[in-house]
């Protein structure tokens, strides 16, 4: 099960359902069945066959648990190097701005390590590290208020879309034209 942080399950839990798994086993070699097995443990009955299924052809080591599904691509030893070039800043790698985006993250990745990585992927890694997406404290001095206001008055109502049509429309996709 995955959790929306970017996160697996945490050593704690893994050891808790392994701990739940090892306790099925017991309940295996007893003979008990596999419905009222998962209402003892309060787990589904469709869990409890795939344990006793495995039960049955490696016993209980079959059952013990094997780590987390996915090792990070980016070990912490790498992370801890990511950081520092993180903090060197965007322009010292190339870029002509101070702004790190996920794209640039996931280029210095691959430079540096030579490692692909998806932009969720490298999204849910730094949060997991402490990471969080920034926007400006404050506006810019430079900020001109009429300009903005005048903008939003004038251009955007011309290059904001209508939400519908102003004439009759056709349910015909190959004939738009028609009614």
């Not at 016993?59 to 090792?71: E, N």
């Not at 101070?98 to 280029?107: E, S, V």
């Not at 990471?131 to 001095?141: E, I, Y």
Request: glycine share 8%.
């Amino acid at each position: 099960m995955r959790y929306p942080q970017g996160g697996g399950l945490t050593a704690e839990r893994r050891e808790f359902r392994e701990h739940v798994r090892m306790q099925a086993a017991e309940f295996f070699a007893l003979g008990h069945d596999n419905a009222a097995i998962a209402r003892q443990l309060r787990v589904s009955v469709r869990s409890v066959q795939r344990w006793h299924h495995a039960w049955e052809h490696g016993g209980t080591p079959a059952l013990v648990s094997t780590g987390p599904a996915s090792r990070p691509k980016l070990s912490e030893a790498l992370f801890d190097v990511l950081e520092k070039e993180l903090a060197r800043g965007p322009v010292a790698h190339g870029w002509p701005d101070q702004t790190w985006t996920l794209a640039r993250i996931k280029t210095l990745i691959g430079r540096r390590f030579h490692k692909s990585m998806t932009l969720s992927a490298i999204a849910q890694m730094l949060h997991r590290h402490g990471f969080s997406h920034q926007v400006p404290a404050r506006r810019a001095t430079e900020r001109d208020e009429e300009a903005v206001t005048g903008w939003v008055k004038e251009t955007w109502p011309q290059v904001e879309t209508p939400w519908r049509r102003s004439g009759p429309g056709s349910a015909s996709k190959t004939r738009p034209g028609c009614r």
